[in-house]
């Protein structure tokens, strides 16, 4: 266990990314709650954390006993539990009111303790303006899949007390994880320079410049990404790439603006790895 890391972190919302954050506390030896809307919902999530917890321990890249690690969660519908949480990290979708509200509850539960979200792109001042405590509020940025991801992305608002971000940083460094800290703006530098390599990608294919395995393979062998970028935007899911692209493009100007193959792509329901097919076939 790591001196650094919060003693108890509330999560709110257990999907992929949420179970992914619950997942990195608990290996670094934190106590973790996640809260879920229903209790079929918090069941899923411990299965879901269980079973991340499972294949890294078959991986030996868990330090502790999945049962161990098990022992120390709880996953609820009752915010109440949240009481108490030295951190409440939340994981909801990319939704600017969504988030907002589920802060304001986490705030109204555990007054006492440091919000963090884990947007990608949405304004962690714009957020931080419905708090009580908005020098309490951080943006902590983690990337899928977060278990096995180096970078923690901290996003500093303008109201963010200094002291917090040294504390951010040791919580990052205890995960065993390198943080980045970056100002409040637009997109951050991660989904900034993301989503923006994989729009000229996807505009490519529509061109018809080459096919998605080529586009990507060029990233890949020409340029030493682990991943293409539409592979990536597969894997992120398409309709989460096109929301950030919108609010880029609103933000910042049309060169952010979703290419029509995005668009017509999440029309039709292909998500990505999600739903078996995206860009490519899952």
């Known amino acids: 266990m790591n001196d650094d890391r919060p003693e108890t972190v509330g999560i709110l919302g257990g999907g992929r990314m949420g179970s992914g954050i619950a997942h990195a506390f608990l290996a670094s030896g934190s106590r973790v709650v996640i809260v879920e809307n229903d209790r079929e919902a918090a069941d899923a999530a411990r299965t879901r954390v269980g079973d991340g917890l499972a294949r890294s321990h078959a991986r030996n890249t868990l330090a502790t006993s999945p049962a161990d690690a098990m022992a120390r969660l709880r996953t609820t519908a009752d915010p109440a539990e949240l009481a108490g949480c ?160 919108e609010h880029l493009a609103r933000e910042l100007g049309p060169r952010f603006e979703p290419p029509r193959i995005l668009r017509d792509l999440v029309a039709a329901g292909h998500l990505g790895r999600k739903t078996g097919r995206g860009f490519f076939t899952w």
């Open 86 to 245: 030295e951190l409440v990290v939340e994981a909801v979708p990319e939704d600017m009111a969504l988030k907002a509200a589920v802060l304001a509850t986490a705030g109204q539960h555990a007054p006492e303790a440091v919000l963090a979200s884990n947007t990608s792109s949405l304004s962690i001042d714009g957020l931080a303006a419905g708090l009580a405590a908005p020098d309490r509020f951080i943006g902590l940025h983690f990337f899928n899949p977060v278990p096995v991801s180096d970078l923690v992305e901290i996003v500093v608002g303008s109201r963010t007390a200094p002291e917090l971000v040294a504390r951010a940083r040791g919580w990052v460094a205890a995960l065993g994880k390198t943080a980045v800290t970056v100002s409040d703006s637009p997109g951050f530098a991660s989904s900034r320079l993301g989503v923006c390599l994989a729009l000229e990608a996807m505009r490519m294919l529509e061109e018809g410049v080459a096919s998605a395995a080529d586009i990507d393979a060029v990233m890949v062998l020409g340029y030493r990404h682990p991943m293409g970028p539409l592979r990536t935007t597969d894997v992120v899911g398409l309709d989460v790439r096109l929301a950030i692209a």
